[in-house]
T-cell receptor, first 116, second 110 residues
Framework: ETGVTQTPRHLVMGMTNKKSLKCEQH?????MYWYKQSAKKPLELMFV???????ENNSVPSRFSPECPNSSHLFLHLHTLQPEDSALYLC???????????????FGPGTRLTVT | GIQVEQSPPDLILQEGANSTLRCNFS?????LQWFHQNPWGQLINLFY???GTKQNGRLSATTVATERYSLLYISSSQTTDSGVYFC????????????FGKGTHLIIQP
């Protein structure tokens, strides 16, 4: 595998379910991100992890819970979601401030989530 | 936070035409990227260009950081160029997350 991968690619869940989205990067980066793309809104940043520590949480509801166990993996745990949370969830990675080179972000293919 | 405006929001062209997409941003940036989103949602990196000019085949981009805008040029358009083009910026110290514009929806007709 190369680049940034995400699983599952599609997910349908009920409002009472608990599910997790997984992201893995094979680029040797040390910063990872979750973004949300809704039908009516521009892409918006949800969470940033740099060196496995969360550095930003853009006022995201607590029903979204991120986890970054190491620099290559990022999870987004979902519970008691609402229908308006249906969206495309994109993961990205880049070098962090302590790395060398630039901060170009590379995105995974996304998970299309539908909440029923 | 930083504001990003893209224009035009929609653009319909015939195959073979040239186009210019614009991105204005409200503050200084240390990262500016152009992406093409394909119909399946994948964001494809076109350029990392916080300043200067770059070219890649039929595509080129210029960022004038002092005037806070960037331009994406597409020459000799092909139907496969259709899709949404996003400009995204980061005004922080690196690895702060990108702020995206609303995109330009480009349709290339045969």
């Amino acid at each position: 595998e190369t680049g940034v991968t995400q699983t599952p690619r599609h997910l349908v869940m009920g409002m009472t379910n608990k599910k997790s989205l997984k992201c893995e990067q094979h680029l040797g980066h040390n910063a990872m991100y979750w973004y949300k793309q809704s039908a009516k809104k521009p892409l918006e940043l949800m969470f940033v992890y740099s060196l496995e520590e969360r550095v930003e949480n853009n006022s995201v509801p607590s029903r979204f819970s991120p986890e970054c166990p190491n620099s290559s993996h990022l999870f987004l745990h979902l519970h008691t979601l609402q229908p308006e949370d249906s969206a495309l969830y994109l993961c990205a990675s880049s070098q962090g401030p302590s790395g060398t080179g630039d901060y170009e972000q590379y995105f995974g293919p996304g998970t299309r989530l539908t909440v029923t | 936070g930083i504001q990003v405006e893209q224009s035009p929001p929609d653009l319909i062209l015939q195959e073979g035409a040239n186009s210019t997409l614009r991105c204005n941003f409200s503050d200084s940036v240390n990262n500016l990227q152009w992406f093409h989103q394909n119909p399946w949602g994948q964001l494809i990196n076109l350029f990392y260009i916080p300043s200067g000019t770059k070219q890649n085949g039929r595509l080129s981009a210029t960022t004038v950081a002092t005037e806070r805008y960037s331009l994406l040029y597409i020459s000799s358009s092909q139907t496969t160029d259709s899709g949404v083009y996003f400009c995204a910026v980061d005004s922080g110290g690196g690895a702060d997350g990108l702020t995206f514009g609303k995109g330009t929806h480009l349709i290339i007709q045969p």
